[in-house]
């Protein structure tokens, strides 16, 4: 526990001093946010007249997202390839330990990009229509779910390549993922595809949790569960602290 705790704090500090991935995972969500909510350039959803109500929920996914999966692998490999995960290796803290040190990281994250984007949001005129107490479940699971994926992406790929693949990952899942363009404008091969995967699930469930309300569908806890269990069970097998 004290081995988890330390880099717990240790992961914190970090994450607040790293502007580039701050940019990454705040800055570009809130300047998307405010940006296309007052430039009325893009399609919503059936029945949506204010983008506003799309893009509050979307571009917390695509904080989420951003958080988990793309600063995860970046920061995992840049850490391993300077030693600093050889180091921890031969600490008490163990895989499990530095996984749960970053998800803690993560949510404290988080809950500064839900607090920062619900305030622009409201600025601009958008409130609530849904579950909150759903939509806190499921950003746990998508944060889970990220945070596992992107430690997978860290065992997989060279260090080398990882920010150009993860940046152009990250700009495909943002256009193909339900965050800033419906789901139901895409072709529906491509949008049946991109509901199999956590950052269309996650979309939709905060689009209803935190837009429009209604019913987040079975298929959306059913995805994200899986994915909570699979990614970080995955990315466990495959970690490597050198």
Do not use: C
Request: glycine share 10%; charged share 10%; aromatic share 10%.
């Amino acid at each position: 526990m004290k081995a988890y705790l330390s880099q717990s704090k240790a992961e914190i500090k970090l994450a607040f001093r790293q502007v580039d991935l701050l940019a990454l995972t705040i800055g570009i969500p809130a300047l998307i946010l405010v940006g296309f909510s007052l430039i009325k350039v893009l399609p919503l959803p059936a029945g949506v007249t204010k983008p506003v109500t799309f893009l509050v929920p979307g571009t917390l996914a695509l904080a989420v997202m951003g958080t988990g999966m793309i600063g995860q692998s970046i920061g995992t490999a840049v850490d391993r390839n300077y030693g600093v995960l050889k180091r921890l290796g031969a600490t008490p803290l163990g895989r499990s330990g530095l996984m749960a040190a970053k998800i803690t990281m993560i949510v404290v994250v988080e809950v500064f990009q839900v607090v920062l984007l619900f305030v622009v949001g409201a600025l601009l005129g958008w409130s609530p229509k849904g579950n909150l107490a759903e939509f806190f479940l499921l950003a746990l699971l998508a944060t889970v779910s990220f945070t596992g994926l992107g430690l997978l992406m860290a065992g997989l790929i060279r260090y080398e390549i990882m920010t150009g693949l993860s940046s152009v990952l990250w700009f495909i899942l943002t256009l193909i993922s339900g965050m800033i363009f419906p789901l139901s404008k895409l072709p529906s091969w491509l949008a049946t595809f991109s509901k199999l995967l956590p950052p269309a699930a996650t979309s939709t469930g905060f689009y209803h949790t935190l837009g429009v309300g209604g019913s987040i569908g079975t298929s959306v806890w059913v995805s994200l569960i899986i994915w909570a269990v699979v990614a970080p069970v995955a990315a466990a097998l495959t970690f490597k602290w050198e």
